[in-house]
């Protein structure tokens, strides 16, 4: 009889599973992350905080995708149909430039998230051998004849296009003149003995085959070189002036509302700026915007002033065709360098 | 010889082989091709021409085909040297020699670039010893070429290698027994009978360094108007999302490759019936 009736117990609590299972069944959402080299460790910290959030949230599973590459090549396989969710890329032309060629992207695509859709930021600052061995403390010291000088390619690298505006604009203001500004980035590609196509491909010249003696990076890369190379071997040099570097965060329209994950895919880069998502930016050493955990964090991240593309060169569009296209300055630069 | 369109065979289905084969390279290898050329036709004249004879583009053309070249001679003289001793000798260790060729085949070509560029590298194996001497060969032109040679070398040893391996050594011993020297019996008996597989390994292994991209980029300086090879300008404009300019340069690189090809296949066609 007692048998029975916990049989029958088991069957109402079946029952009553069956009824209820359609509703506390979680969706299985898959996002898909097109991002650049650098930003690998970071995006995985944060993929797991964002799930953690989203499954207390709405109870869906998240699962995120992420695709690394140069930050080119990147929006070039987007362009190319690759059905990413959100990019998250190095600047913002190349952001632009898939609104531009695939019509993929609002145009207005900056204005969607505070801070020109640039949830953290970060900069251009030297790595240098340890023990300073050429003294190197700011951008007038890499003109010396004795310096050699690693910085990839601006045609192929975006990293490198922040280098090279980062470098023009000191020369902008210290010495007041566009000419000035041209000659004195001359001088510092005239001690570039390497152009690696990449970031990656730089600082592997410099770390690893001891090629020159300071290489321009940005400022999470340099973090991360000596974190892995150890702090016996090189040293940041942090330039009294340099660029503020926004790497740009977007929302794939064209691709979220046909795979209808716009909701997800906006709050994923929205949770971006919220204290978790910018502690975890620190954490990889990103400057945070939000004030608050930039106080928190301000000893990892030595002052110096910083300007914006914006401010000085116009925006991506005019610094791009100015200075990288062909003809533009980087190439009168190559041809003016005596050979 | 009679032209034929169809010869007798042993497999029968001739039919279907031949629709199939041309299916398969058609879609493999002539709709990407005729696709890089039509978008090419987006440029005017003068638009492909200011694109193609930028002195950028100019520079990088030279530099690919010249050390392509030298890659290429190089390797059709020490890859002969390598096929005549795997085919012709014994000795302790030849099957491992024999298995090394093929690595740069199976290797991908950014860990040969990478590897190389330790190696020669002012602080490398081979950098260190070369450094005092005065010779670069990592981050230049000479490192363009090293790489070349390496990503090369197994076209000419495995064309080359099957033909003195059935190559009958009576014929030699014929010119030496009617009083041949050795260097008369090499250029008169040997040299033109190896001539076909020698100008295809050639000619692979130049194609070959045209197209390569890979390894150059670590161990070239990349830089504009020294060490740029035409891959990486292609690149560049793509970087830039100049995708016509890209197809452009990439198309002269395509006719030029298919000419010097056709050449050197009618070459052979000609050594082939002059031997016969």
């Given at each position: 009889m007692k048998f029975f009736k916990s049989n029958n117990l088991f069957g109402v609590a079946i029952a009553v599973l069956a009824l209820v299972a359609p509703f506390i069944h979680a969706a299985d959402i898959s996002l898909l992350n097109v991002s650049y080299d650098p930003t690998r460790e970071f995006y995985k910290e944060y993929n797991q905080a964002f799930a953690k959030h989203w499954k207390e949230l709405k109870g869906d599973n998240v699962t995120v995708r992420q695709s690394h590459g140069g930050s080119g090549s990147q929006a070039r396989s987007v362009i190319d149909?690759?059905?990413?969710?959100v990019v998250t890329l190095a600047l913002a032309y190349d952001v632009d430039a898939i609104a531009q060629?695939?019509?993929?992207?609002?145009?207005?695509?900056?204005?969607?998230?505070?801070h020109n859709s640039a949830p953290y930021t970060s900069t251009i600052v030297f790595l240098v051998r340890k023990g300073n061995p050429k003294g190197i403390?700011?951008?007038?010291?890499?003109?010396?004849?004795d310096v050699k000088v690693i910085t990839p390619n601006p045609k192929t690298s975006g990293g490198a296009r922040w280098n090279h505006l980062a470098a023009w604009g000191y020369g902008l203001e210290k010495y007041g003149s566009e000419e000035k500004a041209r000659e004195f980035v001359t001088k510092i590609y005239a001690n570039v003995p390497v152009l690696d196509s990449g970031a990656r491909g730089s600082t592997n010249t410099f770390?690893?085959?001891?090629?020159?003696?300071v290489l321009l990076a940005w400022e999470n890369e340099a973090f991360l070189s000596i974190n892995e190379l150890g702090r016996d071997k090189f040293e940041i040099v942090v330039p009294s002036v340099s660029i503020l570097a926004e790497p740009s965060v977007s929302v794939v329209d064209k691709n979220v509302e046909k795979k209808g994950t716009k909701e997800v895919a906006t709050a994923y880069l929205e949770y971006l700026y919220s204290k978790e998502g910018q502690r975890i930016a620190a954490k990889n050493y990103y400057r945070p915007t939000d004030p608050e955990i930039a106080k928190e964090t301000e000893s990892t991240f030595p002052k110096l002033k910083l300007f914006t593309i914006d401010a000085v060169?116009?925006?991506?569009g005019e610094a791009q065709k100015k200075h990288f296209a062909d003809g533009g300055e980087f190439d009168k630069i190559f041809a003016s360098i005596k050979r | 010889m009679k032209w034929q369109f169809r010869k007798p065979s042993v497999l029968p289905g001739f039919g279907l082989t031949l629709g199939f084969s041309l299916t398969y390279v058609t879609l493999l290898v002539l709709i990407p091709l005729g696709g890089l050329l039509l978008y090419t036709t987006k440029l005017s004249w003068s638009e492909f021409g200011a694109v193609i004879l930028d002195p950028r583009v100019l520079a990088s053309f030279k530099l690919s085909f010249g050390a392509s070249l030298i890659a290429a001679v190089i390797n059709l003289f020490f890859g002969l040297i390598v096929a005549w001793t795997l085919a012709r000798y014994n000795f302790f260790g030849k099957k491992i020699v024999d298995a090394l060729v093929d690595l740069p085949f199976a290797l991908p070509t950014a860990v040969a670039g990478i590897a190389l560029a330790a190696i020669f590298a002012q602080s490398g194996w081979i950098g260190r010893l070369l450094d005092p001497l005065g010779i670069v060969i990592a981050y230049s032109r000479a490192g363009v070429v090293v790489a070349l040679v390496f990503i090369g070398l197994p076209f000419v040893v495995r064309t080359v290698q099957p033909v003195i391996e059935e190559f009958e050594k009576e014929f030699e011993e014929a010119a030496t027994s009617l009083g041949a020297s050795w260097l008369q019996t090499f250029t008169k008996v040997i040299l033109p009978s190896l001539m076909p597989a020698l100008l295809t390994g050639f000619a692979l292994s130049f194609a070959r360094a045209l197209g390569e991209y890979g390894s150059i980029i670590f161990i070239s300086?990349?830089?504009?108007?020294?060490?740029?090879?035409v891959p990486l300008i292609i690149v560049t404009k793509l970087s830039q999302f100049d995708y016509v300019g890209a197809t452009a340069v990439g198309t002269v690189m395509l006719l030029a490759t298919f000419v010097i090809l056709l050449l050197i296949n009618l070459i052979q066609i000609y050594s082939r019936e002059k031997s016969l």
């Open positions: 149909g690759l059905d990413a969710d060629k695939a019509k993929a992207i609002d145009p207005n695509w900056q204005k969607r998230l505070a403390k700011d951008w007038d010291d890499l003109v010396k004849s770390v690893q085959r001891g090629l020159g003696d060169f116009n925006g991506w | 300086s990349n830089m504009p108007f020294v060490s740029e090879i």
